[in-house]
Nanobody, 127 residues
Framework: QVQLVESGGGSVQAGGSLRLSCAAS????????MGWFRQALGKDREGVAI???????KYADSVKCRFTISRDNAKNSLYLQMNSLKPEDTAEYYC?????????????????????RGQGTQVTVSS
């Protein structure tokens, strides 16, 4: 049973930073894509960032140049460095992984539907 466990969420003021981590129970090298998606209260799930097994990444326009995704297969971990946070970034953030190959654009669009997903960690940004 694959488990993805997120950590690092919390409450910060606008302009602050947080680093989310996702620990996987198995070898993350088997996942073609890993990524993050979020869901704000009353809104649809939104892909935030994805990274493929070679380190190529893609971001939602809303977080580009503020968020950085990275993965460390040696530590079976995925990370999301979030800088210059805004109140609109407030949401539950989820880690996800999939073994399927696809285009980066498609991966970002379907990351909320990846085969494996964590339970989420809350990020709250106050103005």
């Amino acid at each position: 049973q694959v488990q993805l466990v997120e950590s690092g969420g919390g409450s910060v003021q606008a302009g602050g930073s947080l680093r989310l981590s996702c620990a996987a129970s198995g070898d993350t090298a088997r996942y073609y894509y890993m990524g993050w998606f979020r869901q704000a209260l009353g809104k649809d799930r939104e892909g935030v960032a994805i990274i493929d097994r070679d380190g190529r990444n893609k971001y939602a326009d809303s977080v580009k140049c503020r968020f950085t995704i990275s993965r460390d297969n040696a530590k079976n971990s995925l990370y999301l460095q979030m800088n210059s946070l805004k109140p609109e970034d407030t949401a539950e953030y989820y880690c996800a992984a999939d073994t399927s190959a696809m285009s980066a654009a498609e991966a970002l669009a379907v990351v909320p539907h990846f085969d494996y997903r964590g339970q989420g960690t809350q990020v709250t940004v106050s103005s």
